[in-house]
């Protein structure tokens, strides 16, 4: 009986094949995709082709207005550099200079003045501690670089005025960085506009403040322990303008199979993968990707054409199931993952079904290459999805692929990719991850260096996870400590 039970399971995970992956790869990877970059035509061309086939396996539109791609609204700001202008009150006092001195480092504020007393904090933000509490409406200077996840999350929660980074960045960088900033950029559409103000100032036209104030920079990078250091009597006064120069829009796709439970279908299992490159090629020292020779297609076959096609695929596995797992499935292509998460924040803000009732998210990104027998889940740890992904594994030794526990902690991977998104807002998930390789983010990372045969065997075992979550009596449960640090701490 239990073979018999596993039969249709085990065919439906047959179709999911070397040749199909690499055959789409090709398509979404292609030159003429010009590294989908967001927004653009070319992602555009890549969500309707997803969507087709979606529609063609027949799943139920989960977009806008009855279709598959749901979209999101994206504005190009660029900064009044005339009319900006930074004044630090007390102390020695000081008049900052838009470009001279200071940048914006967020376009996600609305034209105004921004004020408060500054603040020093230092040591990892992750042992922050009651402290925090004194933050709210003062200029908090932190001494990293960008802030990430649930560190970002973490100092907003604090709502600080603004956040204040003070690096020492050479001459040849800082002109590096006005190159960029000078030019209309897009603004983050899953970030509230207006407050906390995020400005970048030179730790030379900070440091006779600081200094007069007792406070140490080099000192406080260097900080192993979580401190607040008033700067007492010194306040920081930001004058603020910036303009739309354009007006944008960039897709998700979004496919829905309805469960067969009629208490079940009400809860939805996500496979989520970004769609999304980083573009063509730019220019020497942007920090972009560069171009090498005549090639300036920067391909993203790996990065994440192949999670993309594992979730098409994964979707054409439960389409060819019968009977079909007991609760729905969400199969999600988003974009702008490569610019800061964009789509699947506003998928986790706008989901076509209460975000209460997804009971996981199953996140593949770069699963084309790197070694062959093993895949990295991130966040095994934190919810009981680790323990049934070792038992799947456990239970398909045909697969030779063994998931194991993240191996680049100190990289903070979890807090980098779509699932995040999901995660803070209470969904256990599990991130699917081989790794970068030399040729991330490089023109490089071409269709003909994607593991077809690999990344079959690692859908496949994404595939099986995903039919044991979705007919499972109970849904996913979070670690305590960890739900406690993920989600309730944001």
């Known amino acids: 009986m239990l073979l018999q039970a596993q039969a249709p399971v085990q065919r439906a995970a047959q179709t999911i094949t070397p040749v199909d992956i690499r055959r789409r790869i090709e398509i979404i990877a292609d030159d003429s995709m010009r590294g989908r970059d967001t927004p653009s035509p070319e992602l555009d061309k890549v969500a309707q082709y997803i969507a087709a086939e979606y529609r063609r396996l027949g799943l139920k539109p989960g977009g806008d207005r009855g279709t598959f791609i749901q979209r999101y609204s994206l504005d190009r700001m660029k900064v009044s550099a005339e009319s900006s202008v930074a004044f630090v009150h007390g102390g020695p006092g000081a008049t900052l200079k838009y470009a001279t001195d200071f940048i914006f480092a967020s376009n996600s504020f609305s034209n105004g003045d921004y004020a408060g007393d500054l603040v020093l904090v230092s040591g990892p933000l992750a042992n922050a501690t009651a402290d925090t509490a004194s933050l709210a409406g003062k200029m908090v200077i932190l001494t990293g670089g960008r802030l990430r996840g649930p560190d970002r999350d973490r100092v907003f929660s604090w709502k600080p005025a603004g956040v204040v980074f003070v690096n020492n960045f050479s001459d040849s960088v800082w002109a590096q960085m006005m190159s960029r900033v000078n030019r209309p950029q897009l603004r983050d559409p899953g970030r509230p506009v207006g407050g906390p103000l995020a400005l970048v100032i030179r730790a030379s036209s900070l440091s006779p403040v600081l200094t007069a104030a007792g406070a140490d920079i080099a000192v406080a990078q260097n900080a192993t322990a979580f401190s607040v250091k008033p700067l007492t009597g010194i306040q920081l006064h930001v004058h603020a303008r910036i303009e739309p120069v354009e007006k944008n829009s960039a897709p998700n796709v979004v496919g829905i199979l309805e469960g067969s439970d009629a208490t079940l279908k009400n809860e939805y299992v996500v496979f989520s993968a970004h769609m999304d490159h980083v573009g063509v090629a730019g220019p020497r020292g942007s920090g972009q990707c560069q171009a090498e020779g005549a090639d300036s297609i920067c391909n993203g076959a790996d990065d994440d054409g192949s999670g993309t096609v594992a979730v098409v695929?994964?979707?054409?596995?439960?389409?060819?199931?019968?009977?079909?797992?007991?609760?729905?499935?969400?199969?999600?292509?988003?974009?702008?993952?490569?610019?800061?998460?964009?789509?699947?924040?506003?998928?986790?803000?706008?989901?076509?079904?209460?975000?209460?009732?997804?009971?996981?998210?199953?996140?593949?990104?770069?699963?084309?290459?790197?070694?062959?027998?093993?895949?990295?889940?991130?966040?095994?740890?934190?919810?009981?999805?680790?323990?049934?992904?070792?038992?799947?594994?456990?239970?398909?030794?045909?697969?030779?692929?063994?998931?194991?526990?993240?191996?680049?902690?100190?990289?903070?991977?979890?807090?980098?990719?779509?699932?995040?998104?999901?995660?803070?807002?209470?969904?256990?998930?599990?991130?699917?991850?081989?790794?970068?390789?030399?040729?991330?983010?490089?023109?490089?990372?071409?269709?003909?260096?994607?593991?077809?045969?690999?990344?079959?065997?690692?859908?496949?075992?994404?595939?099986?996870l995903g039919v044991d979550v979705a007919n499972a009596a109970e849904r996913p449960k979070w670690n305590p400590e960890s739900y406690k640090r993920i989600v309730v701490g944001n």
């Open 313 to 464: 695929e994964i979707a054409e596995a439960f389409a060819r199931l019968n009977p079909r797992p007991k609760r729905s499935i969400i199969f999600l292509n988003v974009s702008g993952e490569e610019k800061g998460l964009w789509g699947s924040e506003y998928f986790s803000n706008h989901p076509p079904v209460p975000i209460t009732n997804i009971v996981a998210d199953l996140n593949i990104d770069m699963v084309g290459r790197n070694w062959r027998d093993t895949i990295v889940a991130i966040g095994k740890e934190h919810s009981d999805l680790g323990a049934t992904l070792n038992r799947v594994g456990a239970a398909h030794p045909e697969l030779h692929m063994q998931p194991i526990d993240d191996i680049w902690p100190e990289q903070n991977f979890y807090g980098r990719s779509d699932h995040y998104n999901f995660a803070r807002k209470g969904v256990p998930i599990l991130f699917f991850f081989n790794g970068t390789h030399p040729d991330y983010h490089k023109v490089t990372d071409s269709p003909d260096k994607i593991d077809a045969e690999k990344e079959t065997r690692i859908a496949q075992l994404i595939f099986y």
